[in-house]
């Protein structure tokens, strides 16, 4: 419970100053004045009265039947504004046990018209009751009081960290519906449940060298054994090339979830990383929070690997600087760490030549 009010701690704030302004609807919101000696002749509560019931026949000394009226209109987007706040205390208790963009975006919306009601009272008071728009009170002067400026204010920081806290989330919204758009340009990829480990031939390849230590005696995968000289290197893949063989590579998990493991890369195949089992072909556990249900793919061509970022959190590389690949490939170099977002799941990319 502590851990959802944190994560919702805007929502909170939202929801304790807008119920807190209430109090001032009914303490200090209005007050009519006696110009003779001063004294308060119609006070918040009075003023409710008056309001509900359209009849200020106990005060006609002091207002008129217009007047009347026009404090019924106020009372009326009062009420309404304290029954938008009770809607949003019951949304804020259902983003409590699932947060979703609905619920976020509903609550923005409630709290403006709650707003908006609550500044449609305040304006009418404003104008129809201060003492330069006096015509509507007789022998009296009145005007807003003290609770009525300490609620606007209350609201304002209410809609603030409302709106503030939509704004993002329509802004991670539209993010996510670009990659979706981008996700049909992409080749299809395999899925993998999880990155197999490849044969162990005893061999290391150097990375970084504040990686290095990490390595699990990390394989270069072996050429295609149907090829006759396959094992005369740089001979043989010319051979492979020759008889219209694709570019192979590998893509190796350094740490994280899939420490010492590797996937094998074909040229013009695309492999995702993310936590949507239905969207990536590694798929990482929900628990990394940081890392976006698709993060990012890697693509080898006959050139070199690519790789595109579709996550919030980004793509870093070993010096700590993020990469700038946005929703499009950028050339990836070949044994350079990089990490998804600030987890601990490093991989590299190696072509087998």
């Given at each position: 419970?502590?851990?959802?009010?944190?994560?919702?701690?805007?929502?909170?704030?939202?929801?304790?100053?807008?119920?807190?302004?209430?109090?001032f609807?009914f303490?200090?919101?209005f007050?009519?004045?006696?110009?003779?000696?001063?004294n308060?002749?119609?006070?918040?509560?009075?003023?409710?009265?008056?309001?509900?019931?359209?009849?200020?026949?106990?005060?006609?000394?002091?207002?008129?039947?217009?007047?009347?009226?026009?404090?019924?209109?106020?009372?009326?987007?009062?009420?309404v504004?304290?029954?938008?706040?009770?809607?949003?205390?019951?949304?804020?208790?259902?983003?409590?046990?699932?947060?979703?963009?609905k619920?976020?975006?509903?609550?923005s919306?409630?709290?403006?018209?709650?707003?908006a009601?609550?500044?449609?009272?305040?304006?009418?008071?404003?104008?129809?009751?201060?003492?330069?728009?006096?015509?509507?009170?007789?022998?009296?002067?009145?005007?807003?009081?003290?609770?009525?400026?300490?609620?606007?204010?209350l609201?304002?920081?209410?809609?603030?960290?409302?709106?503030?806290?939509?704004?993002?989330?329509?802004?991670?919204?539209?993010?996510?519906?670009?990659q979706?758009?981008?996700?049909?340009v992409l080749?299809?990829?395999?899925?993998?449940?999880?990155?197999?480990?490849?044969e162990?031939?005893g061999?290391?390849?150097?990375?970084d060298?504040?990686?290095?230590?990490?390595?699990?005696?990390?394989?270069?995968?072996?050429?295609?054994?149907?090829?006759?000289?396959?094992?005369?290197?740089?001979t043989?893949?010319?051979?492979?090339?020759?008889?219209?063989?694709?570019?192979?590579?590998?893509?190796v998990?350094l740490?994280?979830?899939?420490?010492?493991t590797?996937?094998?890369i074909?040229?013009?195949?695309?492999v995702?990383?993310?936590?949507?089992?239905?969207?990536?072909?590694?798929?990482?556990?929900?628990?990394y929070t940081?890392?976006?249900?698709?993060?990012?793919?890697?693509?080898l061509?006959?050139?070199?690997?690519?790789?595109?970022?579709?996550?919030?959190?980004?793509?870093?590389?070993?010096?700590?600087?993020?990469?700038?690949?946005d929703?499009?490939f950028?050339?990836?170099?070949e044994?350079q760490?990089?990490?998804?977002?600030?987890?601990?799941?490093?991989?590299?990319?190696?072509s087998?030549?």
């Open positions: 419970m502590k851990m959802m009010l944190k994560k919702n701690y805007k929502n909170l704030i939202s929801f304790v100053c807008a119920f807190a302004s209430i109090v609807y303490a200090g919101f007050q009519l004045k006696d110009p003779a000696n001063g308060i002749v119609i006070d918040s509560m009075k003023m409710w009265s008056i309001g509900l019931k359209a009849d200020a026949s106990g005060v006609a000394e002091y207002i008129d039947f217009m007047t009347a009226g026009m404090m019924t209109a106020i009372i009326i987007a009062l009420l504004s304290i029954f938008f706040t009770v809607i949003f205390f019951v949304l804020f208790l259902v983003s409590l046990k699932k947060e979703s963009y619920t976020e975006v509903s609550l919306v409630i709290s403006i018209l709650i707003f009601n609550f500044a449609s009272a305040f304006i009418i008071t404003f104008l129809f009751y201060s003492s330069s728009h006096a015509s509507f009170a007789k022998n009296g002067i009145g005007g807003l009081s003290f609770g009525a400026y300490i609620a606007l204010c609201h304002l920081v209410a809609v603030s960290f409302q709106v503030e806290k939509a704004a993002g989330l329509i802004a991670v919204h539209l993010k996510e519906n670009r979706l758009q981008a996700d049909a080749t299809a990829a395999p899925a993998w449940e999880q990155p197999t480990l490849q162990d031939i061999k290391r390849e150097l990375l060298d504040a990686y290095a230590h990490e390595l699990q005696a990390i394989p270069l995968s072996d050429l295609p054994t149907a090829n006759p000289v396959a094992a005369a290197g740089a043989a893949l010319a051979a492979v090339r020759a008889g219209g063989q694709k570019k192979q590579g590998k893509i998990f740490s994280g979830q899939y420490k010492g590797s996937i094998p074909t040229e013009g195949q695309v995702t990383m993310g936590k949507d089992g239905s969207r990536c072909a590694v798929v990482f556990d929900k628990s940081s890392i976006s249900r698709k993060h990012c793919a890697i693509q061509n006959q050139r070199c690997f690519m790789i595109a970022d579709f996550s919030k959190n980004g793509l870093y590389n070993s010096a700590g600087n993020r990469l700038h690949c929703h499009h950028v050339e990836l170099k044994k760490a990089i990490g998804l977002a600030k987890t601990n799941n490093k991989f590299f990319v190696s087998n030549e």
